[in-house]
């Protein structure tokens, strides 16, 4: 059965940062390569927006977090992690990973993150 688990959220300060985490299991190796992983964010009263995604070796990011946020991924230990920096308070939200292939995707329960002073 496929799992994603997101952690690192928490609270911090503006400009602080925070490193998010999203494990998964379920996968192999082989399989969790050919997925594309995302980053989604919802905050209060918002409906979903990505944040960033990573298929191979390319990165995607949403203009809000360019220069920002970066996203890794650790095929050999199934993981994708979302590097954080000079966080703003209107980075506050529940981030979502989300692993998406041509047959199916799955969604982690998500991380709170929230920024303030």
């Known amino acids: 059965q496929v799992q994603l688990v997101e952690s690192g959220g928490g609270l911090v300060q503006p400009g602080g940062s925070l490193r998010l985490s999203c494990a998964a299991s379920?996968?192999?190796?082989?399989?969790?390569?050919?997925?594309?992983i995302n980053w989604y964010r919802q905050a209060p009263g918002k409906e979903r927006e990505f944040v960033a995604s990573?298929?191979?070796?390319?990165?995607n990011y949403a203009d809000s977090v360019k220069g920002r946020f970066t996203i890794s991924r650790d095929n050999a230990k199934n993981t994708v992690f979302l590097q954080m920096n000079n966080l703003k308070p209107e980075d506050t939200a529940v981030y979502y990973c989300?692993?998406?292939?041509?047959?199916?995707?799955?969604w982690g329960q998500g991380t709170q993150v929230t920024v303030s002073s």
């Open positions: 989300k692993a998406k292939s041509n047959v199916d995707e799955y």
């Open positions: 379920g996968f192999t190796r082989s399989s969790f390569i050919n997925y594309i």
């Open positions: 990573t298929y191979l070796i390319s990165a």
